[in-house]
């Protein structure tokens, strides 16, 4: 039973995982990043995926996002079971569904802000007028349009970060993946990334997947999965979804604290 409450609680979920694990090297040396995830991610959530250094995030991030391939187990994009799709049907997802956040998807710094944020477009195809428009309006979104014809290596750390989620969002992707969106930047800069990423979820309903080690991040998000060595050890539900979904008639008062968190069951199927 999935005691989990989500925003699309009746719908099937965007992405989901069935005993997913990761290994890296082989047989004496292998090392099991992830041991048997399970996980249902709903459209419209923002999920927070939340640990420690070296627990696993990235690698969970990097397989949810069809980026790499697990050792062991399933993940099902709208139901359909991603280990059969083909290289092209992949590229083609990542184009077009999703939009990443990656502070290791660095941008070519030698071009202009502009040329960078039509590059996903370029690759889908769009013609020219047309991807320098939505290029061009992505970045008014990120309120960086004056800075299009700069080279991107000019810019600060929290500008190059917008011109990330600009790219992210120029294909109006389902789900954007962000991996420690706000983690080299100051506060101010960090919290005006967030107001953006979520306000992206709100405004378009586009489902946002974040790794994190900041539990006040985490704490925004409607979902935080809690990752240690591999597994998930808790996950909860943001306190105001709790109450608008179980309200009254539950005694405990430890499930009442702000962003409650409890073990959920996964369906196995
Ligand atoms: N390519 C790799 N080869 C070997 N070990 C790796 C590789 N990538 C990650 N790991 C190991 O897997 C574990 C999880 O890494 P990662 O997913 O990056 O954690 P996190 O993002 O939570 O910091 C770590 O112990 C890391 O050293
Ligand atoms: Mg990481």
Sequence with gaps: MNLGYNKNMSKKPLISTRNL???YGRRSAAFEALKGINLDIYEGESVAIIGKSGSGKST?????ALLDKPTEGTIKLEGKNTSQFRQHKLNDIRNKKFGF???SFFMNSNDTVLNNVILPLKIAGVGFRERRR????????VDLADKAKNKANDLSGGQKQRVCIARAIVNDPKVIFADEPTGNLDSGT???IIKLLFGLNERKGITLIIVTHDQDLANMCDRQIHIADGEVVEEGIKQELYDENFD???DNDGMREKNTIKRIDV???
């Design 60 to 64: 969970l991030m990097h397989l949810l």
């Design 190 to 192: 960090g919290a005006r």
């Design 267 to 269: 369906e196995e199927d």
């Design 101 to 103: 956040v990656f502070q």
């Design 248 to 250: 009254g008639d539950n």
């Design 134 to 141: 939505r290029a061009l309006e992505a970045l008014r979104v």
């Design 21 to 23: 694990r990761k290994s």
